[in-house]
């Protein structure tokens, strides 16, 4: 195995240290008392809750879809996802508009139904703790950081994008 040079060694180094620098912010919602991020570059926008169309034959956590200038996306909300519950629709609630890419690669835009939007998260890379796989919603869940008032879980923007696949398959936890 061949050694660093001085040059080398340096330059790997420096972009360590950048990497653990690097401050990351995540919009910060709630679902029920529990603090969420998500990355702030994959909102689209914030929308007050407003009535989906109904899609007929759809998973319990598929509320329908809206017409969002025109293009429809999909409606899920996380709250029914993430904690089997069935939960009211209060002033707060908002859909947050997400645009990211797929596992697949394509490019969509999903909304997710939440019970409020919070203050902005603002951490470095490293203070973002993975979490271990503990349940089939991990694959959501790109870490843990600690905030003033307790621990946010940091979501991850691509498996919400295939919430629409999931859905089609009439998917279930287990």
Known sequence: MRELTDTQQISHNSSDDAQSTTYREFLGFLIGEELYGINICD???????QTPTLIP???DFVMGVINLR????????????????RPDYQPTTVIIVLKGTNSQGD????????????????????EIT????????????????????????ILSTRPLMDLTEESE??????
């Open 107 to 126: 490019t969509k835009h999903v909304g997710v139904v939440v019970d409020g939007v919070a203050d902005v998260i603002t951490c470095m890379a490293h």
């Open 43 to 49: 909102i689209e926008e914030i929308r007050v809750w």
């Open 169 to 174: 398959e009439g998917f279930c936890d287990q």
């Open 57 to 59: 034959n759809s998973a």
């Open 130 to 153: 993975p979490l271990q796989r503990v349940t089939s919603l991990s694959r959501f869940i790109e870490g843990i950081t600690r905030q003033k008032n307790g621990l946010a879980t």
């Open 70 to 85: 025109g293009m429809i996306v999909p409606i899920f909300d996380l709250r029914i996802r993430f904690h089997r519950i």
